[in-house]
């Protein structure tokens, strides 16, 4: 049987890294059935909408995605794609793992890192409830929160966003990432939040990932606060599992674990909920790149390897995930930002890594 998956190539880079990945995937052996879908700045003016409803159609047909990246035009009024989808079918845990491979460019290359960020994809800043600085609303706000806690300070003008943070909210992602590390064989799940400061949303979030840890004796469970999580990930990331984090901390955290492991080009992702799930790399469509065949794919193939997981092909996921690793190990068949210097002549293009890739599972 093959499995039906929407297949969204995306615009910038995205067309040319999803063709390297679906080449991959299909080598594995394992069968599939792609129901293509076009969004993003390519399809804008032919549909009037960058994120046409058949796309959505497609995956709640679906319930699995691979996704190449989007641009999010600036100044047409249109919202980001990539967040569309994930609000839309409430994708609400956003899995990234980090993990560090032989030959890969990066300061850690002597350091064991094998994190897995989890980050809620729904609530706090990132929620979108924002007072513009001058608005009669902001002013309404302001004179209410004054009159709640008289000896709070908000200078004039000011803009104010809010951070809401909930127990259903917080519950689902904590136990979406104690169900990853055991589905993973994980031993340790660790919560990061700014409770000492923050105490109704942190520290509500701290609260319910205690509660729920209760329900998970096998696994090891421990909290850090963001700061201190930063330094800690810096100097001894091998003491560091499954992180699970409200957003925004989730956002940062992210980042800086992708730069530990070598950056945009090898970090993948997904985007999963009740519904279903969207894979995707971390990077954006890196435009001035579009069809020069030279960007890296192994981002978006790991963000493969997490789909095959998902769908329960463990064999095939790990022996193309070995297949990278080696291609990336033995240096030669990798594009240029995998190279000791960016302009090395030595380096080859997107589909060039993907066929050395299949040549490597063809061997293993
Ligand atoms: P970007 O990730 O597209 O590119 C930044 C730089 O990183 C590139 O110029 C390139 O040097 C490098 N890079 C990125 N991917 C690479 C790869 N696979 N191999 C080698 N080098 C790579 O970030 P940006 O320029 O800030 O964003 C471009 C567009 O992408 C924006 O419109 C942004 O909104 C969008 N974006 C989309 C997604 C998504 O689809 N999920 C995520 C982030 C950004």
Known sequence: MAYRVTLIPGD??????????????????????????????????????????????????????????????????????????????????????????????????????????????????????????????????????????????????????????????????????????????????????????????????????REVAKDYPDIEFEDRIVDNMCMQLVQKPELYDVLVLPNLYGDIISDLAAGMVGGLGVAPGGNIGTMGAVFEATHGSAPKYKGLNKVNPTAMILSGVMMLHYLGEHDAANRLERAVAEVVAEGKNVTYDMKPHRDDPTAVGTSQMADAIIRKMQQL
């Not at 040319?16 to 993003?40: C, K, M, N």
Request: proline share 5%.
């Open 12 to 209: 910038g880079t995205g067309p040319e890294l999803t063709e390297a990945t679906r080449r991959v995937l299909e080598a594995t052996g394992v069968a599939f059935e792609w129901d293509i879908q076009h969004a993003g700045v390519d399809i804008m003016q032919e549909a009037g909408t960058p994120l046409p409803d058949a796309v959505l159609d497609s995956l709640r047909r679906t319930k699995v995605g691979l996704k190449g990246p989007i641009t999010t035009p600036v100044g047409t009024g249109f919202r980001s794609v990539n967040v569309a989808i994930r609000k839309e079918l409430d994708l609400y845990a956003c899995v990234r793992p980090c993990k560090l491979y032989k030959g890969v460019r990066t300061l850690f290359a002597e350091q064991k890192v094998d994190l897995v960020i989890v980050r809620e994809n729904t609530e706090d800043l990132y929620a979108g409830i924002e007072f513009e600085k001058g608005t009669d609303e902001v002013r309404e706000l302001r004179e209410w929160l004054l009159s709640k806690r008289p000896k709070a300070v908000i200078k004039e003008p000011a803009g104010i966003s809010i951070k809401p943070i909930s127990v259903p909210g917080s519950e689902r992602i904590v136990r979406f990432a104690f169900e990853y590390a055991r589905q993973y064989g994980r031993r340790k799940v660790t919560a990061v939040h700014k409770a000492n400061i923050m105490k109704y949303s942190d520290g509500l979030f701290l609260e319910v990932a």
